[in-house]
Structures are given as C-alpha cells and as structure tokens.
C-alpha cells in the first residue's frame, strides 16, 4: 500500500466544525471545518486513518458508503484487510489505555469495537464453507 501523510488520531471529536452563517468573517457564509489534535500524525497506509472515524458509521452503512463516495473510491482488498487489522490492534490499545488512566470513553469503544469485529467475523463462512 502506499503510504501517506496521516492525523493518527483521526476521530470525530478532533473534527471541529461550525455551520454555514455561524463564523465571523468571510469563511462564515461557508462555515469553517478544521482537524486538530495532530501529535500523532505520522506516515502510514491511508487506511489508519479511518480506524477511529469507522465507529462514526457503525450499524450505518449508508455512511460508510457516502464515505467511500466523498473519498472517490472503493477501499481496495489490501487496505480492506489492514483495516481489520489496525481497528483490532486500535481496539485492544484504546482499552489498555483507558483502564490505566480511568478513561471509560477508549475502554468502552475498544469493546464495542472488539464486539463488532468478532460479529463480523462469525458472520463469516469457515475455509469448508460453512458459517461459524
């Protein structure tokens, strides 16, 4: 894959955005969309970005379509599978950090997201065809 300038972090509470009117100045009948929070961008596959932003869409594939539809593309079999593995790895890392800094928000969404992987993976059929 190739590999891109990345935020790291990139989640929907490090998206701020006001609506169209509500800025003062020029940018206001437009509105102002920034992303902060940058102290773990780095280089990566483009994928690692949509690791935290995925739980935006969970249960809502209408959003994750229109996602791919604003991206311009379909995620290709290689980042598919990377996806899966970043978000297991995100997941698990979100709860050690949240059970050893009292933090409920990344313990509760590594669990949901552990459960959302492990449904999506008994959904699917074993190497002799059957479901698991």
């Known amino acids: 894959m190739e590999w891109v300038e990345t935020h790291g972090d990139f989640q929907l509470r490090n998206i701020l955005h006001t609506d169209p009117g509500e800025a003062i100045g020029a940018a206001g009948a437009e509105g102002i ?10 280089p990566g596959p483009a994928v690692r970005d949509l690791v935290r932003l995925s739980d935006a869409w969970d249960g809502r594939p209408d959003l994750f379509e229109a996602f791919l539809a604003g991206y311009g593309r379909s995620l290709t079999g290689a980042e598919e599978g990377r996806l899966v593995i970043d978000t297991a790895l995100d997941a698990v890392s979100g709860i050690a950090y949240g059970t050893a800094h009292g933090d409920p928000e990344p313990v509760e969404r590594g669990l949901r997201t552990l459960t959302r992987l492990r449904a999506k993976h008994d959904a699917l059929p074993s190497s002799t065809g059957e479901t698991r």
């Open 33 to 42: 969309l920034a992303v902060v929070d940058l102290e773990r961008s780095e």
